[in-house]
């Protein structure tokens, strides 16, 4: 019976959410997730399939312990507070996105993707939103994706016809 009230009052609450507007002046109301026609997503699947080979790179605040990114806690293998310690120790010192995208270029891909936020929360730009970021909680303190948008790393970027 207290599952079934506990869920009846979630629903309220989430209903009541759904429908109350923006808070704030400035806050905008959810928008609706984009449709894609069909058509679209054909020609963009087409794409990646002709791309053949893309490079997806995790690197995060995990990579001082060597751990296997941010599912390590959620999965138990590390306690969240272990995990969220190794904030104190994310450098970013051997951190070269010119190398990154040199070797991007070498290999042949077409494109790449760094995750910027993972399930941590930890962002690897200067968000306004918390302080959760390399720019404000680490040793690194600065935006590490910034540097990517670099123009000689856009040229390595085009030479390897990676878009961005």
Aim: glycine share 6%; with cysteine; charged share 25%.
């Amino acid at each position: 019976m207290k599952k079934l009230v506990l869920a009846g009052a979630m629903a309220s609450l989430l209903a009541s959410c759904a429908q109350q507007g923006p808070k704030e002046q400035n806050e905008q109301p959810l928008q609706q997730q984009q449709q894609t026609k069909p058509d679209e997503i054909r020609e963009k699947m087409q794409w990646f399939a002709d791309a053949k080979l893309g490079i997806f790179i995790h690197w995060g605040i995990y990579s001082v312990k060597g751990i296997d990114e941010s599912w390590s806690f959620h999965n138990k293998k590390i306690s969240h507070a272990d995990y969220m310690s190794q904030m104190s120790g994310f450098t970013a010192d051997k951190y070269d996105p010119q190398a990154w995208a040199d070797l991007i270029a070498a290999s042949g891909a077409k494109y790449a993707v760094i995750t910027t936020k993972h399930h941590d929360g930890v962002a690897l730009w200067d968000t306004k939103l918390n302080d959760l970021s390399t720019a404000k909680g680490t040793p690194a303190k600065r935006d590490v994706l910034t540097p990517s948008s670099r123009p000689s790393v856009n040229a390595a970027s085009k030479r390897a016809h990676i878009s961005r």
